[in-house]
């Protein structure tokens, strides 16, 4: 049974950071990635990762700032966000990317970011 497992969320002021973890059990993927989801907002993209790590694809509001990255080993990706802005408040969830069915098919239970002006 496959299961994702995002933990770092919490508080902070404008500028501050946050690393994100996600820890995935039951089996390995190729493309793993974030995405986002606002109050009253649809979700939405914030970075897929290969599985070596070397091919990284942004949303447009987070280049430059945010930073995914994978331990492979440890099965773990991560999300490193810097310079956080008030609109990037939300519900972070980590996700996989399931070739068989050509979708994001897998999410993991989310976890919430709060940046305060």
């Known amino acids: 049974q496959v299961q994702l497992v995002e933990s770092g969320g919490g508080s902070v002021q404008a500028g501050g950071s946050l690393r994100l973890s996600c820890v995935a059990s039951g089996r390995t993927f190729n493309i793993m990635g974030w995405f986002r989801q606002a109050a009253g907002k649809e979700r939405e993209f914030v970075v897929s990762i290969s599985r070596s790590g070397g091919t990284t694809y942004y949303a447009d509001s987070v280049k430059g700032r945010f930073t995914g990255s994978r331990d492979n080993a440890l099965n773990t990706v991560y999300l490193q966000m810097n310079d956080l802005k008030p609109e990037d408040t939300a519900i972070y969830y980590c996700?996989?990317?399931?070739?068989?069915?050509?979708?994001?098919?897998?999410w993991g239970q989310g976890t919430q970011v709060t940046v305060s002006s």
């Open positions: 996700a996989a990317f399931d070739v068989n069915f050509g979708k994001w098919n897998y």
